[in-house]
């Protein structure tokens, strides 16, 4: 086993070859765009006179970044630290394969949503896509965590990224599709294609290494760190790319509000399923951030406070009855091991999200818009606007999401299943051990774990 | 006691209810101001020709925001965690309390500051806004932590955010006081409210769950992750209300220096209290934090940062002496068992804040404010301002706040004294066991723990 | 030894005195600035008419500030709560000196970078200023951590703020230097400051706290809330204080990519150098950040993302490589014993980070530049600019500094060996029972570690 699963030559090769392939992509691809550039902007500010350096991109823009920055480092790696002998990778892995994702997801990004003269442009917007891609390959590493390599995690990423970059091409500029906060291209994608891949990847003697596959007291604690900031943070999540001014405004309010309705929603039914009326831990660290993927297509339109509550407090109750009632049927039935439950938190919350989007898409009039119509719908131009036609779109970007997404996650699936990526025994799931060093030497047990 | 402290069909009826009643309130009375509305915002700036989209206060407000929510959920979140059995519902109840609250008061201040046509508008000031007053009751919180269950927290919640937003209303628009930080609105108020709830709740019998009223290695770590965090956190806690450009940069700054001051204040009495000069964890935890809460009135005003650090020194002076010598007297002797000490944290430096507010206002003059003085005080007016009459406006304040916290605390400590909430029995206080799933397995003992 | 180490008169009087120093100096010589002066701003304001309060300089960098902030406090102390019974004593003592080491940095960068009759001006700039001044200081702390009371760390402080203020003033003004991100003034002075302070310190018989002198699992997992917000939050450090608009947005960016290439290359080499493969936490926890110091001088200049993640490859993997073979050595053969590894994180990167931004320098040229020469290099006035000139300069910097940071080390470390602050003895370093109240009752072990 010692030799199966060891990294010593797998990881560092791969590593090492990855950052030299991205280094010399971006050395002939990259390049400043014109709020990054010391050239550019200076000579623009110049010429035009009318703009100023406090209209740079990166006033608006950096402060939610880091936000979402918080969110895919701290939020989703903490978010996994819940398992009892899985913390060192859960925090690890994750910073791991969000570095190399987000620097692959600028170039295929780039590739995709249009080159300027050959040439790929980054700066504060780019930045905030890449985070974005990379959360979705961090939905997926739920669905597996504790089962992979940190070699068949890369892997994935690579496939992963690449996938949501045509997805999202196809959404945003082909469909026109509104997904700022991304229910669809990041939540929906990454948890479709996650559940499939762990599909692929079925264990079916995965109870051998059942008593680790669960939380301990303090696991739950650091777990929750990752809960509050992803909580916290998920306004500026869906709001970090909306246009500037009243959307921008308007989409970090609605999620605020959907949020605080789903937190309700969480605590009563983790209450109501339990027949001693106790809380579940698992159920307050992921369902109550459900209304936050709820409204990451439509936070950005005329939602409404009341309409974002109605909709945090279906996406709060769906997926504390998700963890509850169907990932054990999903287990059993389909064959599908989803560890962290990204079904119940991305899965069918993006749905609903996608959902959402497209009806109020559709109900979206100039009347309630006024000048602004266009300003949240691209093809919101004054007499062109088709509210139906709209909806429309939206749909067909669920449907076209979800296929990419199972079909992609098929592919995938399959490739991290050849047997050269070091991937951990049955018995050995959910085990630090196997990747980290290991040698405590806790001189007075007693004093040093109280 | 399993039957008496059931939270079964209480805890998810009372979510359910008063969320349903919210999002009826918020479909009939909640609107988008200004600079969330789509069409508003971009018919004004069309019009005017002279507002762009990055006036608009999203871009003011909005990362001062997040620093106040960070403060609201992990600040006072991990802050309690610093018990021992109790940390899922020092962060998991405030998470609940905190979620409830904020929509509530939406509702109440909106109400009582004012409605446009029978409308409450909302934007991200009145996100702020509905933030402190959740602060107030986390406050609060402080003070019954472990002793009551979520039921009694949420009908605390109730209470409490409705005569918040009465006082606020008193002080803010009928005195016309200055408290940007909330001295006395969120302090003073959360705290002697808090108080005086504990005190009617007293429990002669709480020795019988003393082992469990304590702190143990980790979980003073965990708390120390919320002190630091409201430390951080604290220039933008003050500064968040204020006016734009200079109110707002200097209470931030006023803020910083009087922190500063008063870490130093409380290491140095922590350790000179002790009889062997050690450090207690309790001291730096809480009493670090004071001087935040001194300026909170003074801040925005000429203070000066010498000003702002001698507060902050006084506010961790008295801090820590009333950890060390006043809370066992109020315990014993006045039967106030306040489990976090929010007397001496939030109830003297609040205090405190509130004259310094009024001295500082009493010798506020045009000579040294120029243009700046209507900038911070409304009634700054040229030619009518009065300083001494500012100051006593300011005094009585403090006064009604603390006659309003002492009639509603009362109040509402009976209300939740009715033997229908499930609070827990004099034998498990302090104890998570009773409201959350803790059925661990901890497959390896030795090395799960170290 | 409890007589020896008892800090009951020491600590208080150190910190009463130093505050109450502190408060006079600042009641005599600081003033708010014109961003932060009521009088001021709106005199400024009404007088010129272009002036907007969206321009007061709070808005360009409070939110980098609040980054900052948490690096120093969250990030610092955290990171260093690695040591399985030093938790307190290093998020304590973090918090202790960093608190007065922004204030006594705030007088001597004011005193050194000019003052205005008489007078030092202060704003969110000088707030940024003096926290990256502070940053040195617990950088030399992570040398001696453990080793040292908080007695003598604070005198270490009084030093070292006042030498790295000279040494800044050599830099910035006298050799017109870059060094936004302080690759020069914060990172290699901290770190080669700190190495002789250590080095003067020796302990031959340190093997006797050897055992404490570890991490285990919980505390690892929490040095990790440290290295996560040190690496998310760096692009906001570098970029804190460059000029607004493009240099600023562009030194976040390079950082980005830098750090997202350096924790590839630290995953790379941490596994390829363990004989088994197994990835090592205390590589992961520090080399990963090498690469925002190896950007701190370069990141404001076209450096291009290409060229970041060069450097950011290279700065991981000397880090790595110098915790697994540099180290070792340096114990053994130099006796310095180096409990971070200081000069893996910030000696050795922040070398190359300063001969990065002389190459760098030398080769900017108004063709790449263009108007935007001027904004990154005071001295790029069209005609004037000899971009050898400047790469030699920065080149002298780098050993000016290093000068500064031997010399200013040996004394102070000679000062700190005087037998009067309490220093711990041989057999206790690394242990917090020394310093801090830990008389825990934990009732029921069993569920309370797990």
Redesign the interface.
């Known amino acids: 086993m010692?030799e199966a699963t060891?990294?010593?030559?797998?990881?560092?090769?791969l590593?090492?070859i990855?950052?030299v392939i991205?280094?010399i992509l971006?050395?002939t691809l990259?390049?400043?765009n014109v709020?990054?550039?010391?050239?550019?902007?200076?000579?623009n500010?110049?010429q035009s006179a009318t703009r100023h350096?406090?209209?740079?991109?990166?006033?608006?823009r950096?402060?939610s970044f880091?936000?979402v920055?918080?969110m895919i480092?701290?939020g989703f790696?903490?978010l996994m630290?819940f398992l009892?002998?899985y913390?060192?990778s859960s925090?690890?892995f994750n910073?791991?394969i969000a570095?190399?994702s987000?620097?692959w997801a600028t170039l295929m990004q780039g590739f995709f949503h249009g080159m300027h003269h050959g040439k790929i442009h980054?700066?504060?917007t780019s930045?905030i896509n890449a985070d974005f891609c990379t959360g979705s390959v961090l939905i997926s590493f739920g669905a597996v965590l504790g089962k992979t390599s940190?070699v068949q995690l890369l892997v994935m990423a690579i496939f992963e990224v690449t996938l949501f970059a045509v997805n999202e091409f196809i959404l945003l500029t082909i469909l026109g599709a509104n997904d700022a906060g991304g229910s669809m291209t990041i939540h929906t994608f990454g948890a479709y294609f996650g559940l499939v891949v762990t599909r692929v990847l079925y264990r079916p003697n995965l109870d051998k290494s059942k008593?680790?596959n669960?939380?301990?007291?303090?696991s739950?604690?650091?777990a929750?760190?990752g809960t509050?900031?992803l909580?916290?943070?998920w306004p500026?999540f869906n709001s970090a790319i909306t246009n500037?001014?009243?959307?921008?405004?308007?989409t970090?309010?609605n999620t605020?509000?959907s949020?605080?309705?789903c937190?309700?929603?969480t605590?009563?039914?983790s209450?109501?399923v339990?027949?001693?009326?106790?809380?579940?831990?698992v159920h307050?660290q992921n369902a109550?951030l459900a209304g936050g993927v709820a409204v990451g297509t439509a936070g950005e339109m005329?939602l409404?406070?009341?309409g974002s509550?109605?909709v945090g407090?279906l996406a709060g109750t769906i997926s504390v009855l998700g963890y509850k009632y169907l990932t054990p049927v999903l287990e059993s039935k389909l064959k599908i091991q989803d560890t962290c439950g990204i079904h119940n938190l991305h899965g069918m919350p993006g749905v609903l999200g996608a959902v959402v989007g497209a009806v109020t898409s559709a109900l979206a009039s100039p009347a309630?818009?006024?000048?602004?119509?266009q300003?949240?719908f691209a093809d919101g131009e004054p007499g062109e606007w088709n509210a139906q036609s709209r909806g429309g779109f939206q749909a067909i970007s669920l449907v076209v999401t979800l296929g990419m997404a199972l079909i992609g996650g098929l592919v995938t699936g399959f490739i991290l299943k050849l047997p050269i990526y070091g991937a951990p025994p049955d018995t050995h799931c959910f085990e630090d051990g196997l990747?980290?060093?290991?040698e405590?030497?806790?001189?007075?047990?007693?004093?040093?774990?109280?």
Chains 1, 2, 3 share one sequence.
């Open positions: 010692a060891n990294m010593r030559l797998r990881l560092p090769l590593c090492i990855l950052e991205l280094i971006f050395g990259v390049e400043y709020d990054t550039d010391a050239k550019l902007w200076n000579a500010k110049n350096d406090y209209e740079n991109e990166f006033y608006y950096y402060p880091q936000d920055h918080v480092f701290v790696g903490f630290t009892q002998r913390g060192f925090v690890g910073f791991l570095a190399f987000l620097q980054v700066g504060v930045m940190p008593h680790r669960s939380s301990v007291y303090h739950d604690l650091f929750m760190i509050i900031y909580w916290m943070f500026s500037y001014g009243d959307p921008q405004h308007r970090a309010m605020y509000y949020l605080a309705s937190t309700l929603a605590f009563a039914f209450a109501l339990n027949p001693e009326g106790k809380l579940d831990m307050i109550a005329m409404t406070p009341f509550m109605i407090f309630v818009y006024g000048n602004g119509l300003r949240v990747y980290w060093e290991l405590f030497n806790a001189y007075n047990i007693k004093l040093s774990v109280i």
